[in-house]
């Protein structure tokens, strides 16, 4: 099973950035980012796998998702944050390759980390 750590969260100003950090234990084919807000579903952020990098519109021209395949871990580069991306974050990571209509549901990951709260305040 792989370890998936994640670091990086904390408090904000909207406007301001964050970046997240996620590291793997085992071998990934599929890293990614989901996040769930109080009171809400888990829903996709974004996915790097293999050279594609998909995102949730409501990320688009905002947050960057990047991996250092030598360091085993992906990032997810937050900028322009809004109030409403406040959430707990959580990495996730499949050891396969995801077909592209997996990509945004959680059942495609088998693997996820502890989750790290990102709070933006107005």
């Known amino acids: 099973q792989v370890q998936l750590v994640e670091s990086g969260g904390g408090l904000a100003q909207a406007g301001g950035s964050l970046r997240l950090s996620c590291a793997a234990s085992?071998?990934?084919?599929?890293m990614g980012w989901f996040r769930q807000a109080p009171g809400k579903d888990r829903e996709f952020v974004a996915t790097w796998t293999y050279g594609n990098t998909y995102y949730a519109d409501s990320v688009k021209g905002r947050f960057t998702v990047s991996r250092d395949n030598a360091k085993n871990t992906v990032y997810l580069q937050m900028n322009s944050l809004k109030p409403e991306d406040t959430a707990v974050y959580y990495c996730a990571a499949n050891t396969g390759r995801l077909s592209s209509d997996l990509i945004s549901f959680a059942r495609g990951y088998c693997c996820w980390g502890q989750g790290t709260q990102v709070t933006v305040s107005s």
């Open positions: 085992g071998h990934t084919y599929t």
